[in-house]
């Protein structure tokens, strides 16, 4: 069983900036990505990072938001810039093994205040 260990999330102003943390337990992931879902809207992508560095992001971020990941500690971080009132909802980690088995964290609120 895969444990994934979210922090960051919390109370901002708009314009401000977070960084969410990832955790998972002890191995290589294929796929390590951020999804997000606000009240009453589907769960959707953020970002999400392969393990050769390859990242994919939600055209709503682009250029807002930056992923990353450490392979040694099976971490991804998510560095949320210049952050919107719609930025606000629950952030959760998600995690793909190469066999294709996946993974989600608990989730971590985030609230950005105009």
């Known amino acids: 069983q895969v444990q994934l260990v979210e922090s960051g999330g919390g109370l901002v102003q708009a314009g401000g900036s977070l960084r969410l943390s990832c955790a998972a337990s002890g191995k290589i992931f294929s796929i390590m990505a951020w999804y997000r879902q606000a009240p009453g809207k589907q769960r959707e992508l953020v970002a999400a990072?392969?393990?050769?560095?390859?990242?994919n992001y939600a055209e709503s971020v682009k250029g807002r938001f930056s992923i990353s990941r450490d392979n040694a500690k099976s971490t991804i971080y998510l560095q949320m810039n210049s952050l919107k009132p719609e930025d606000t909802a629950v952030y959760y980690c998600?995690?793909?093994?190469?066999?294709?088995?996946?993974?989600w964290g608990r989730g971590t609120q985030v609230t950005v205040s105009s």
């Open positions: 990072i392969t393990s050769d560095g390859t990242t």
């Open positions: 998600n995690v793909r093994d190469f066999l294709g088995s996946e993974s």
